[in-house]
């Protein structure tokens, strides 16, 4: 649980910044009625991470993840103190855009949400991690065992492995 109790402070305050301008601090509304699922990025612009440009591009991903790793306990944390809107969702990372990732493409971290209760969470496969980009995750979580990482792989023409999505549970 370590890095998660101080999130990197050089950039802390643009990333507390960040989520409220994404209005991710509103776990009221965040974690309501869905139909299926809901997948809230922790960026929609790269005007807003424009922070980290004089980092390189692996720095960049590892703060995102890491940020947004931080952010998720806090959901989970909000869940446990008895928030009566998030009691009945469940909400976890879905980390998106690896296509460019080897090319030093951004990743998009993002907060999936579901209700407890929805079909979606029977149907969601969930593979263990065995990819570059799951390794990469676990790592710039600092393998913290209180995470568990799951991968969504696709066979798409070209590239038998292709990793749609790398998700991230925090587990109690």
């Known amino acids: 649980m370590g890095f998660l109790m101080h999130l990197d402070p050089m950039f802390r305050a643009e990333f507390e910044n960040l989520i409220r ?18 997948e809230v990025p922790l960026y929609s612009r790269f005007s807003q991470i424009s922070f980290l440009d004089d980092l390189s591009p692996v720095e960049s991903n590892r703060l995102l993840i890491r940020a947004a790793a931080w952010h998720l306990s806090n959901i989970i ?4 103190v008895g928030n009566v ?3 009945d969702s469940f909400c976890m990372l879905s980390i998106l855009d690896w296509e ?25 496969r969930l593979e263990p991690p065995i990819s570059t980009q799951s390794a990469f995750v676990a790592d710039s979580l600092d393998r913290d065992p209180s995470f568990e990482i799951y991968e969504d792989m696709r066979n798409v023409e070209n590239d038998p492995l292709f990793v749609k999505r790398v998700y991230v549970q925090k587990i109690h």
């Not at 944390?77 to 446990?80: A, F, L, N, V």
């Not at 460019?100 to 209760?117: K, R, S």
């Open 21 to 38: 301008l994404q209005m991710l601090d509103r776990l009221e509304d965040l974690a309501g009625p869905v139909d299926l699922f809901d």
């Open 85 to 87: 809107a998030v009691v």
């Open 77 to 80: 944390s909000s869940k446990q």
């Open 100 to 124: 460019d990732f080897g090319e030093g493409g951004l990743v998009t971290p993002a907060f999936w949400f579901t209700d407890l209760h929805s079909r979606v969470l029977a149907q969601l």
